[in-house]
T-cell receptor, first 111, second 113 residues
């Protein structure tokens, strides 16, 4: 079974703090994705990566950056957290674009 | 402008009812459509549809795709409280959408006992 893990289930940060969200997958997938999920808006893609050290902007990259130094690990970074980044963050990995496997999510609250 | 639209936004039914969830899309170079079920945490994969008219079935869940009319339906028969979840539809639009999935907003289904 594919396993995608995320470093925290719940996180509370203050405005202006730097936030790291980590995602690890154990299936040697090339593709990894970061989404945020907000009520009524569905999943929106922030960044994705097709290979180590490779990253592509998704639909809403502003305020975020990513890092993929190793194939199994994809990190999402909020350089200076803001209240409008309070959300559920979901990481996914896949062999192809479709059939993505999701992690359990991190619910981030920025105060 | 929404490219993947799901309806209804939410639905409350009683156990034993049959429900139909809809997903319409506007993606020209369509490659596949996927359905996910999301309970309290991660979305889990249900079906992937690539060809029109072919029904995918798993137990009480089934789904069909109409590529001409650009929509898919997800049917759940004899619903149970464990079917309560958010159901997400996503479309792979190929290069036009940067080789990534475009998700709908989801349908919230609540099954009452």
């Amino acid at each position: 079974d594919v396993k995608v893990t995320q470093s925290s289930r719940y996180l509370v940060k203050r405005t202006g703090e730097k936030v790291f969200l980590e995602c690890v997958q154990d299936m040697d997938h090339e593709n990894m994705f970061w989404y945020r999920q907000d009520p009524g808006l569905g999943l929106r893609l922030i960044y994705f990566s097709y290979d180590v050290k490779m990253k592509e902007k998704g639909d809403i990259p502003e305020g975020y950056s990513v890092s993929r130094e190793k194939k199994e690990r994809f990190s999402l970074i909020l350089e200076s957290a803001s209240t409008n980044q309070t959300s559920m963050y979901l990481c996914a990995s896949s062999l192809r674009v479709d059939t993505q496997y999701f992690g359990p999510g991190t619910r981030l609250t920025v105060l | 402008e929404d490219k993947v639209v799901q309806s209804p936004l939410s639905l409350v039914v009683h156990e034993g009812d049959t429900v139909t969830l809809n997903c319409s899309y506007e993606v020209t170079n369509f490659r596949s459509l996927l359905w996910y079920k999301q309970e309290k945490k991660a979305p889990t994969f249900l079906f992937m549809l690539t060809s029109s008219g072919i029904e995918k079935k798993s137990g009480r869940l089934s789904s069909i795709l109409d590529k001409k009319e650009l929509f898919s339906i997800l049917n759940i028969t004899a619903t149970q409280t464990g079917d309560s979840a958010v159901y997400l539809c996503a479309v792979d639009g190929g290069l036009e959408y940067g080789n990534k999935l475009v998700f709908g907003a989801g349908t919230i289904l609540r099954v009452k006992s």
